[in-house]
């Protein structure tokens, strides 16, 4: 990897308001190389949901779906000399929770062993665990790094709730600027259930803190019911008057009621059994009208809208739909293959570029922290070795002796002020204790001036201890465990030929990966079902065939499979996918498994259930 350029962030708008222990300020990001892994083209636009033409306004601006940290993908819009005009973020709430998505077997629908339910468990997207100051660093650089993306005229809408969020409106003056506070957004969402084992009021809303750079922002006014017209003359109501198009494709006037929108938004969340929610299935998924009313108050057509978080793409895609530009971002591997596919469906052109700095993950960094420790020959809970919550673990040895593990972990970088942090507890550990063998230091990223040269000589400098501290980056841990880890799945296909075309047959698909789960799935629920015998007095015949029976993959394995692709320009190092071939199954449908083709020259691209993706050279069938 090459040495990243850097560029400087500019210092926070307002005075510092918010102190705490080992609070950064951060005066820089660092910009990695970045590179077009695919490129989406549409043979024809959508129609815009407004019914507008699209505007000549950024007609050049290719829009971006990112995979990468909000910091790098900034970097690169300041090396690109891009300017966004809005900028929606939904980022960590500091919750406090795992979340997860369902894995779901592509077998059309209805199953043999469960019901109509075809998961196999799930995953963890992100953890949303943090220590307060860890994620109040975390986020107040992130904020720096956007503001200086943001044209003069931009506004900015961040979304937490009551974790944290009151700390977030402190940052947020710091870095705009008191002054160009404009609003607080409540988004009430009232059909969530009570949880009746709290006895307080349950929490049916978040908050979305709005903000402008200047005093020449963007602003559209919205009103709060719209009554249609059927091909009614033009209304006035104070000055307003507003097209739009039924059903059929007619033109007809709406009517506002004389009321503007405030800022109280009653906007359902979306439940399981929503069509919003079921099309995608997302976890952190928010609803489209959110985000329309956002993009319609502080937008026009052609602008630049920018989602740091993106999630599911909701903000991207609704965007699209209204004839704005946009750029989508995110770490997680199955956020960018959700996305990806959502704007696809909706008609949007588009390419996706890949940060290459230097971290490699296992599908997402609440992934890799969890898999991370399992890599670790002889590794031990800090509980197991008496150690303090400072450590992560550590590695056990003969006689008692043991290795100190840090994880520094994805949100943070190693730096020479927390290199002095680790060293104070290192210092510790040598006085607590003999059986202290050495120490391990493993880092995702890292100032570059840091290495195990500079590791030993503050060593010899404190002239504190004599451990031998290793210093290991994620990507070398990584690479020496990946057969254990990154298993490649496996596929056997067919080519023949069939008159004109090419015929194309997924004759076999095996993943280790899912097997695995599969295996873990079947023993939690048959463990389940002898559990529940021993409080059974007897069983009828009926209770017994809703036993459950296990998971077997089938010969061919395509329910393993959630979507294929085919690349048959084949320009080298970028993939552009044949639209017109794309299979993607949703959660009760299937793939077809075989497809035809005008040529014998291709890639195809197979996606698991899980978001693990093959490519297989038509050279090699």
Not at 318 to 324: K, L, M, N, S, V
Request: net charge negative; proline share 3%.
């Amino acid at each position: 990897m090459k040495k990243p350029r850097t560029y400087n962030l500019t210092p926070a708008k307002g005075q510092a308001l918010l102190n705490f222990q080992g609070r950064r300020m951060p005066d820089s990001v660092d910009l990695y190389e970045t590179e077009v892994i695919e490129e989406v083209r549409q043979k024809k636009q959508a129609t815009l949901l407004d019914g507008e033409k699209q505007q000549e306004l950024n007609a050049d601006f290719r829009n971006l779906v990112i995979h990468g940290d909000c910091l790098s993908a900034c970097a690169y819009l300041k090396s690109e000399n891009i300017k966004v005009d809005l900028v929606y973020i939904d980022p960590p709430f500091a919750s406090g929770a795992n979340y997860a998505k369902k894995i779901y077997l592509r077998n059309g629908g209805k199953t043999p062993f469960d019901s109509d339910d075809t998961s196999i468990g799930e995953e963890i997207m992100y953890g949303d665990i943090w220590q307060k100051e860890d994620y109040l660093n975390w986020l107040y650089e992130r904020l720096l790094a956007i503001r200086d993306v943001m044209s003069e005229t931009a506004s900015i809408y961040v979304h937490l709730d009551w974790h944290i969020g009151h700390y977030g409106k402190i940052l947020m003056d710091e870095i705009i600027g008191e002054d160009n506070f404009r609003n607080e957004v409540i988004w009430y969402y009232p059909n969530k259930i009570p949880d009746k084992r709290k006895p307080l009021f349950t929490n049916c809303s978040d908050f979305i803190l709005f903000y402008s750079k200047s005093d020449e922002q963007i602003f559209n006014i919205l009103y709060r019911d719209i009554k249609p017209h059927k091909r009614a003359k033009e209304v006035k109501i104070n000055g307003i008057k507003q097209s739009v198009r039924d059903e059929n494709g007619n033109v007809v006037y709406a009517e506002y009621d004389k009321s503007m929108l405030d800022n109280v938004w009653n906007i359902p969340s979306l439940a399981g059994s929503s069509k919003e929610k079921h099309e995608i299935d997302y976890t952190t998924q928010k609803p489209e009208l959110l985000l329309k009313r956002i993009i319609e108050a502080s937008s026009n057509t052609g602008m630049i809208i920018a989602d740091f978080f993106g999630g599911s793409g909701t903000t991207a895609k609704i965007a699209h739909d209204f004839g704005r530009r946009f750029i989508t971002c995110d770490v997680g591997i199955n956020a960018i293959q959700t996305s990806r596919d959502r704007l696809r469906k909706a008609g949007a052109e588009f390419d996706i570029l890949k940060i290459n700095d230097g971290v490699r993950l296992f599908r997402n960094p609440a992934q890799t922290t969890e898999k991370i420790f399992t890599l670790i020959d002889g590794y031990k809970n800090r509980t197991d070795l008496g150690l303090g919550e400072f450590w992560d673990g550590g590695i056990a040895g003969t006689k008692g002796a043991f290795v100190p593990v840090k994880f520094i972990g994805l949100d943070k970088k190693l730096t020479k002020q927390l290199v002095d942090v680790i060293l104070e507890e290192i210092y510790q550990v040598e006085e607590s204790s003999d059986d202290a063998e050495g120490v391990k230091i493993i880092y995702a990223t890292k100032d570059l001036d840091i290495d195990q040269h500079y590791i030993n000589a503050e060593l010899r400098k404190s002239g504190k201890s004599t451990l031998k501290v290793d210093l290991v980056s994620l990507d070398e841990l990584l690479g020496q465990k990946a057969e254990a880890l990154f298993t490649p799945d496996s596929a056997e296909i067919e080519m023949k030929k069939d008159g004109k075309y090419w015929k194309v047959e997924i004759k076999r698909y095996f993943s280790s990966y899912l097997k695995s789960k599969i295996d873990e799935f079947n023993a939690k629920k048959v463990k389940k079902d002898e559990k529940e015998e021993l409080f059974e007095n007897g069983t009828t015949e009926e209770e017994k065939q809703k036993k459950f029976t296990p998971i077997k993959i089938s010969k061919n394995g395509l329910e393993l499979i959630e979507s294929v692709q085919f690349d048959t320009i084949l320009k080298k190092n970028v993939w552009t996918s044949n639209l017109d071939l794309e299979d993607k199954a949703g959660v009760k449908e299937k793939i077809k498994g075989v497809y035809r083709l005008t040529t014998d020259k291709f890639r195809m691209k197979i996606r698991n259930i899980a978001g693990d993706e093959i490519v297989i050279e038509s050279a090699d069938i």
